[in-house]
C-alpha cells in the first residue's frame, strides 16, 4: 500500500480545488453592494442630520449595518448569501453581527443563561480580544513617545 | 456621487475578494480572517493611512471589519491624548462602544425570537 | 485468535437479518435514494423543541420501525445495540431510556453501524442473544454545531466536505429465520495517515476503509469478484477516488464492484460537495437500497465497510492529524 507520505501527496495533488475565480467575484460583488448600502445609509443620515459630526455619523451607520447583519441572520437569509459569498459576507461589519447572533441563536436550546449570554461570543471573541488588545497596544506605543 | 459609490464598490469588494482568495488558499475560518482584517484596520489607523484611504473610498473600507479596528486604535489614541495612559485603556472601547454594544443587544433580543434553522 | 485468518470472524451459525428500518430527512428525501426509504420527515426538527430531541426521536422511531417490521415487540428483543456521533452519544442512550430493552452503546463516528452489526451478529452466533438490534443516527443539524459552526453563521463549504446526512437507520439480527445471513466480519485497526483537514474526511478514513479491505480479503481468501457490491460508509466521491487509488496499488481492482453510501444519497445538484456523511449515512442505505435488492434477489453478496473518522473539535484544535477506522461486515443471500 502506498505510504504515508505518498498518500500526503497524492492527497495534495488530486483533491478537489475551489472554484476560484468564481468565488472571487461573487465576494467582490456582494462586499462591494454592501459597502455601497454602508455608504448610502451614511449619506441618509448626514441629510438628516446636517449639523452631527463624521464620528456620530459613523457609529449610527455601524449600528443600523449591525442590526440589518442581526436581523437577516436572525430570518435564516445571511447564512444562504454567506454559502455563496463567502469573503464577501464575513468581512462587512454585517458580517461581525452574523458571528455574534448565529452562534446566540444556535445555543438559545441551551437556556438563556448559559445558551445565548455564555456562548455569544464563542466565534466573534476573538475579534474583540484582538482588536482591544491591539488598540491598547497602539494607545501605549502612542503614550510613549509623547512621553520621550 | 456616483464616482463615490463607485469607488466605495470597488475598495470593498477588493478588500472582500482578498478575504475570499485567503479563505480559498489557506481554508482559515470566518473568525481568524475577520482577526486578520480587524488588525490590517489596527496597522493602517497606527501608521495613520486610514483617513487618506477613508477620504478616497468612505464606506468602502470602514464597512469592511477594517472600520471597526480603525475606529478602536483612534479611540485608544485620542484617549491617551486627552487622559494619558489611562486613555489608552478606555479610549478604545469608548469609541467603539456603539458598534460593540448594539452587536450584544440585537444579538440576544435576536437570539429570544428567532430559531436557528437547518441549511438547505 | 480470530477464526479466519488475523482481523475476521466467520460466522457459524449464519446471524439472519430479519429486518431494516430506515427513516430519513427532508433533504435525504429528496435524493436519488427516495424511493427505498421507510418513512421520510417533512421536516427534520420531527416537532421536537431541539435538534438533538429530534434525533433522538428519529434514532427511536428506526429501532421500533425494525422491531414491527419483524412482527415483533420490543419485550422479544434481548439487546439494543446503538450509537451515534454526539458527545456521549447521548441519542442512542436517551432512545434506549424509553425502550426498556438491554442497551451496549458504541461509538466508532461514521463506523459505528459496522461495529454494531459485527458485535451484534457475534451474540447472536456465540448463542448470547437470539434478537438483537443494530442501530445509528446522525442529523445535519445537531454534528453541524458540535463539530462546526452554528447553523446561522455564513460560512462556505470547502469542495472536500460532505453533509452530513440526517436519517436513522436499524437492522434486527436473529438467530433463526429470513434468508439474508451475516457471513464473517472483520475488525478494522484505527489508521491515520496524516490527513489534518477536518473538511476532508473522505481522504481521512480512505486509508482505513482500503486496509480492513485488503484484510479481509486476506482473511477471507477472496477475490473482489466475490462480492456483488463491496459498500463503503461515507467516504464521499473523493475519499473514493482515493479508497479505490490506495486498492490499486495492492494490485486490487474494485472500481467495477465498488459501492458508497455517501456517494449514492444526494446527487450533484443538492449541492452536497462529495456526498454525505454521519453514521446514520451508511445505516439508512443499508436498510433500504441494499437490503431490498438484496431481499429481491438482484444482489447476493455485499461487503459493507462503514468508515469513521475519530476525531473531536478539541483534537483538531490541538494540531491531531484524523484516525479512521472500518469495520467489514459480510452480508450473503441464502437461495
Known sequence: MLSKTQYLELDKRIAPKSKEGQTLWIAFLVGGAICMIGQGISDVFSLILPNADEKVIGQITSTVMIFLGALLTGIGVYDRIGKYAGGGSIIPITGFANSVVSPAMEYRSEGVVFGVMCKMFVIAGPIIVSGVTAAIGVGLIYWFIGVL | MVLTYLKVFAVGGALCMIGQLLINLTKMTSAKILVAFLLLGVLLEALGLFDAIKSFSQAGITIPITGFGSTLTKGAIEGVKEDGILGALTGGMKAAAAGLSSAIFFGFVISLICKSKTKV | MMNFGKQTIRFQNKPRVLSGYSIVGPKEASGPLDPYFHKRLRKDDFGQRSFEKAECKLHMSAISGAIIAAGLTPKDIDVNIGGDLLNQIITSS????????????????????GQSLALGAMLIDGGYAEKVTCSTSSHFSTAERQYRYPLELGTQMTPTSQWTVTGAGCTLLGNMGGNIFVESATIGKVIDF??????????????????????????????VSYYDHIVTGDLGIYGSKLFLELLESEGIHAAGVHKDCGEMIFDKKQRCPQGGSGAGCSSVVFNSYFLHHMSAGAIKRILLVPTGALLSKLSSLQGETIPGIANAVSFEREE
Open chain 3, 94 to 113: 436517551f432512545s434506549a431510556r424509553e425502550l426498556d430493552i438491554p442497551f451496549i452503546g458504541m461509538y466508532s463516528a461514521c463506523s459505528t453501524f
Open chain 3, 194 to 223: 496524516g490527513i489534518s483537514d477536518a473538511n476532508n474526511m473522505g481522504a481521512a478514513m480512505a486509508p482505513a476503509a482500503a486496509k480492513t479491505v485488503v484484510q479481509h480479503l486476506l482473511d477471507t481468501g477472496r477475490e
